[in-house]
């Protein structure tokens, strides 16, 4: 039983004995095997937990410090470089993307503007042509790849999940900007400063500490085949074209490359604190990273739509800002509709609460088998709400 239901460890606030409850709830009933959970308020931590394995044979206890890979989490924090350089006037986020980065503008993509990328509306969810994990590892053959491509829609006019691509398109205009690639430029600006435990890929140093991701449970392939069997071929793109998964998000190569869509390893805590920044109205630790109109602009909403990628899976109309999700009507960083957040594919999660002054982050190793809304993710944003 013990092992089933490990001890948690850390520090939880009194008042936000809720989430110490569901973060338990989680190992008993919702199939944890190793995770943390993070809370900040006013920029004061204040929920601190993590439990469990870091490995599927239970070797390896999960650690104050443990790192994982959090998927599509990363994609807030590479966000936040595009709005620290929008924030210093060096980034027109109206600006067409080829006044940055010229080949953008093959096969009719002049008029995309950079807030076409950060909000999904590119039309740029995934490549037309086959694309190997190994080629996604390269940085200048993805980004050529689609500087050169023709939209699958009318950018501006839809959200379609940008899965990998979100990264390389966000991060190619960071990098013609600033010079440095977003996890370079994060360092120097955000994490290094604010001494936060995430990073875009994994140094190899920090193997040691690093949890092994374990697979969602088994899909059948009759299932999987109906469910694909719905999607356009730019969701199948986006999600499939390469399709990545545990097995090689563990692998050396993964954690080598530059994916800021998809790589960044982290703490909860440190997801909490980045989201704690918009959470702050821009500032953490005493120290300002972005101007309060700066964090008001990161949750501009785009439009409501069925996402022409997501929209199958997720069964309702969201809206993606700049960056970031809404949790708009259907609550899902909570009952305030401009609260916002992103989740990792298999579970993990920051959000923002700029009028609670609220951020957590929750990271895990055993994926769960949706992209947004892991049922233990839910349970701890419930959980939040109900002590505040």
């Given at each position: 039983m013990s092992e089933q239901v490990p001890q948690v460890h850390g520090h939880c606030d009194p008042r936000f004995a809720a989430v110490r409850t569901a973060f338990e709830e989680n190992f008993r009933d919702r199939g944890e095997l190793g995770a943390a959970v993070s809370v900040t308020v006013d920029g004061v931590t204040v929920v601190d937990l993590w439990g469990g394995w870091a490995d599927g044979g239970r070797t390896r206890a999960w650690e104050r410090d443990t790192l994982v890979n959090v998927w599509s989490t990363s994609k807030g924090p590479t966000a936040l470089c595009a709005h620290i350089l929008a924030d210093r006037g060096l980034l027109d986020l109206d600006a067409p993307v080829a006044a940055y980065w010229p080949e953008f503008a093959a096969a009719g993509k002049e008029r995309v503007v950079v807030r076409h990328l950060l909000s999904h509306r590119a039309g740029l969810a995934g490549l037309r042509e086959p694309h190997s994990l190994e080629q996604?590892?390269?940085?200048?053959?993805?980004?050529?790849?689609?500087?050169?491509?023709?939209?699958?829609?009318?950018?501006?006019?839809?959200?379609?999940?940008?899965?990998?691509?979100?990264?390389?398109?966000?991060?190619?205009?960071?990098?013609?900007?600033?010079?440095?690639l977003p996890g370079a430029f994060l360092e120097r600006e955000v994490t290094g400063p604010l001494g936060v435990d995430f990073t875009i890929g994994l140094p190899e140093k920090e193997t040691g500490r690093t949890a092994e991701l374990v697979h969602p449970p088994t899909v059948s392939t009759s299932e999987q085949a109906a469910t694909f069997s719905q999607l356009a071929p730019?969701?199948?793109?986006?999600?499939?074209?390469?399709?990545?998964?545990?097995?090689?998000?563990?692998?050396?190569?993964?954690?080598?490359?530059?994916?800021?869509?998809?790589?960044?390893?982290?703490?909860?805590?440190?997801?909490?604190?980045?989201?704690?920044?918009?959470?702050?109205?821009?500032?953490?630790?005493?120290?300002?990273?972005?101007?309060?109109?700066?964090?008001?602009?990161?949750?501009?909403?785009?439009?409501?739509?069925?996402?022409?990628?997501?929209?199958?899976?997720?069964?309702?109309?969201?809206?993606?800002?700049?960056?970031?999700?809404?949790?708009?009507?259907?609550?899902?960083?909570?009952?305030?509709?401009?609260?916002?957040?992103?989740?990792?594919?298999?579970?993990?999660?920051?959000?923002?609460?700029?009028?609670?002054?609220?951020?957590?982050?929750?990271?895990?190793?055993?994926?769960?088998?949706?992209?947004?809304?892991?049922?233990?993710?839910?349970?701890?944003?419930?959980?939040?709400?109900?002590?505040?």
């Amino acid at each position: 039983m013990s092992e089933q239901v490990p001890q948690v460890h850390g520090h939880c606030d009194p008042r936000f004995a809720a989430v110490r409850t569901a973060f338990e709830e989680n190992f008993r009933d919702r199939g944890e095997l190793g995770a943390a959970v993070s809370v900040t308020v006013d920029g004061v931590t204040v929920v601190d937990l993590w439990g469990g394995w870091a490995d599927g044979g239970r070797t390896r206890a999960w650690e104050r410090d443990t790192l994982v890979n959090v998927w599509s989490t990363s994609k807030g924090p590479t966000a936040l470089c595009a709005h620290i350089l929008a924030d210093r006037g060096l980034l027109d986020l109206d600006a067409p993307v080829a006044a940055y980065w010229p080949e953008f503008a093959a096969a009719g993509k002049e008029r995309v503007v950079v807030r076409h990328l950060l909000s999904h509306r590119a039309g740029l969810a995934g490549l037309r042509e086959p694309h190997s994990l190994e080629q996604l590892y390269d940085w200048e053959l993805t980004t050529a790849r689609l500087a050169a491509m023709e939209p699958w829609w009318e950018p501006g006019t839809r959200s379609g999940y940008h899965a990998f691509s979100y990264g390389f398109l966000v991060g190619e205009v960071v990098r013609r900007v600033s010079g440095l690639l977003p996890g370079a430029f994060l360092e120097r600006e955000v994490t290094g400063p604010l001494g936060v435990d995430f990073t875009i890929g994994l140094p190899e140093k920090e193997t040691g500490r690093t949890a092994e991701l374990v697979h969602p449970p088994t899909v059948s392939t009759s299932e999987q085949a109906a469910t694909f069997s719905q999607l356009a071929p730019a969701a199948i793109a986006a999600l499939a074209n390469p399709m990545a998964g545990a097995t090689e998000a563990n692998s050396p190569a993964w954690r080598a490359a530059e994916l800021p869509a998809a790589n960044g390893h982290a703490t909860a805590r440190a997801i909490a604190a980045l989201y704690a920044i918009f959470a702050g109205r821009g500032t953490y630790g005493g120290r300002r990273v972005l101007s309060p109109e700066a964090v008001e602009r990161v949750r501009e909403g785009q439009g409501s739509c069925r996402d022409l990628v997501l929209g199958v899976g997720i069964g309702h109309d969201t809206e993606i800002a700049l960056g970031v999700w809404l949790s708009g009507p259907n609550g899902s960083y909570g009952p305030n509709p401009r609260a916002f957040g992103h989740d990792g594919y298999g579970g993990s999660c920051g959000l923002a609460d700029p009028e609670a002054g609220v951020s957590m982050g929750y990271v895990m190793n055993r994926m769960g088998p949706r992209i947004v809304d892991d049922p233990r993710k839910t349970a701890l944003v419930e959980a939040l709400y109900s002590a505040l």
